[in-house]
């Protein structure tokens, strides 16, 4: 039985498939983000390019660049960063020279370019250019890009040729504040700067030291491999994407992270020893059959949360709607209501709850532009005013950028998240288990005899003896129930080990039956 304090510690359950890993952030057991990457996933944030110059747009200030995607990346003058000259310099020396004979710190830094100035002045068609991808391809667009280069580590962002150090406002102390900007300043070579994060608060010397040397060995080592490249080239890619969630957000409030797969289980380990040695003891390596999303109750909270209509408490719910340029959310008080309190007391009482999910479903969802939220209406300007400090209290641990504006006269709040990446959708909808989508209904009673079918085509022809059938749980029910299952009988008639397991994900009537190293078995 799980120990009351551990209720309020996050959790990170990691699904690793050849094809995609899945990884599930839970805070007080509910789900508050999701993460889908596939194993080939290119383009992501944080990725360093070589690049070539397609086409100056002069109305729009702006450039396309060829970085390898199918559609060329957008960079905006705005995005070149005041230092661009100096990286630009600093690229073309890369490109020619060789790496030993120059030493990025002895650099002579060029002139900053002017913020108001036109990209005509700074980029020709043609030209190669070092950038970083700053937003994924969403939708029907590219990927967008910027030139003011960052490398990020769990303590510190270090910035290339900005010899600023700046600090997270959201350390407090301002003692804390000066002795960690004086200590960076004090070890950090020239031609560097840096953004000192959240989590180095209270940080020993050594640590800090450590993961700036580190991170300017990563940039240096980038500089000597850039001799003869040509674009489009990718020259220095993020970590995986389970590292770059752990960078970023672990902390003392971690109490259990789980992993499916015994090379990403080592690989996590071995980045906490790195980044927090003494969190290592918390990694676990999940080895049952039932699938990990299945066995923690994820997958029910998955299909829950991501369809049009989400339940909240007492039967209130939220509609969600997305378009290409905006999201509305609608709150509705659905069957609550209590005779006791007046209309307004029960408005107030339902919209607090829809602040506190609403910014979990933007953080789950990822929704980024213009969210539009419709509250239940309120009279009474102090009950706007709550609702409005609900919200940005649920939003305080947010990653993203974002701004809330205050309750309208009409109860109408409008949110702006900053997107970087494409948002998460999943058809939490089921194909109908009678028609399978055709509007023809097919006997239900012939599912066992299909089944039965399939594992006699398949021993037949694989010479198999030991299979896996994934099957809705309700059919995982019938088909293992009673002392002579259904299972037993097959498995007698066919000479071979037969598993069945329920799959929360499945509608009723499918099923996929796979080998023992769990390979589906096309048929």
């Known amino acids: 039985m799980a120990h009351p304090k551990d209720e309020m510690q996050n959790e990170l359950y990691l699904d690793v498939n050849p094809s995609e890993i899945k990884i599930a952030l839970l805070k007080n057991k509910k789900l508050i983000e999701l993460n889908r990457e596939k194993s080939n996933t290119k383009f992501a944030v944080g990725d360093i390019y070589l690049g070539k110059v397609k086409k100056i747009m002069q109305g729009l200030n702006a450039a396309f660049i060829d970085i390898g995607y199918n559609k060329d990346a957008f960079l905006h003058y705005l995005d070149l960063g005041a230092n661009f000259q100096t990286l630009n310099k600093f690229l073309h020396i890369g490109l020619s020279y060789k790496p030993k004979k120059i030493k990025i710190s002895k650099i002579n830094r060029e002139k900053e370019i002017d913020k108001n100035g036109k990209i005509t002045d700074v980029l020709n068609a043609g030209q190669y250019i070092l950038v970083q991808v700053e937003k994924e391809p969403i939708s029907t667009k590219g990927p967008r890009l910027s030139s003011e280069i960052s490398l990020a580590g769990r303590n510190i962002v270090l910035m290339p040729f900005t010899n600023k150090v700046s600090i997270s406002q959201r350390i407090k102390s301002s003692e804390e504040k000066v ?85 990403t289980y080592e690989e996590i380990k071995n980045f906490i020893k790195q980044i927090a040695p003494e969190k290592q003891k918390i990694v676990n390596l999940y080895k049952d059959k039932e699938p990990i999303f299945d066995h923690f109750g994820i997958e029910k909270q998955i299909k829950t949360l991501f369809g049009k209509t989400v339940p909240m408490k007492s039967g209130s719910y939220l509609i969600i709607e997305h378009t290409e340029a905006a999201h509305v959310i609608d709150v509705n008080s ?110 239900s009673i012939g599912l066992q005899d299909q089944i039965e079918n399939s594992i006699k085509f398949i021993i037949n022809k694989h010479k198999i003896n030991h299979l896996v059938v994934k099957v809705h749980p309700f059919v995982h029910a019938y088909l293992t129930k009673g002392f002579a299952s259904i299972r037993k009988k097959l498995q007698k008639q066919f000479k071979c080990k037969i598993v069945i397991n329920p799959m929360m994900a499945y509608s009723y009537m499918e099923f996929h039956i796979f080998d023992n190293k769990d390979e589906k078995i096309v048929y």
């Open 179 to 263: 002795r960690l900007i004086k200590l960076i300043e004090s070890i950090i070579p020239n031609n560097y700067g840096a953004i000192i994060r959240t989590v180095a608060e209270k940080k020993k010397v050594s640590e800090l030291d450590d993961e700036l040397n580190s991170l300017v060995q990563k940039w240096e080592n980038l500089y000597k491999n850039l001799k003869n490249k040509k674009p489009p080239k990718l020259l220095l890619g993020e970590a995986n994407r389970a590292s770059v969630i752990l960078r970023d957000i672990l902390n003392a409030s971690f109490g259990k992270i789980v992993v499916n797969n015994e090379e």
């Open 334 to 443: 659905g069957t609550r209501s209590n005779s006791e309190k007046d209309q307004e007391e029960n408005a107030l009482a339902v919209n607090l709850i829809a602040a506190e999910e609403i910014a979990r479903q933007l953080k789950l969802r990822d929704m980024g532009g213009i969210i539009v939220v419709d509250f239940i209406d309120m009279q009474d300007n102090e009950h706007k005013r709550m609702v409005y400090e609900k919200m940005k209290e649920s939003m305080g641990d947010e990653r993203a950028k974002y701004n809330i504006a205050p309750l309208s006269r009409f109860c109408l709040m409008e949110i702006t998240r900053q997107r970087v990446r494409p948002e998460i959708e999943i058809n939490t909808n089921e194909t109908c288990p009678c028609c399978t989508g055709t509007g023809q209904i097919s006997a």
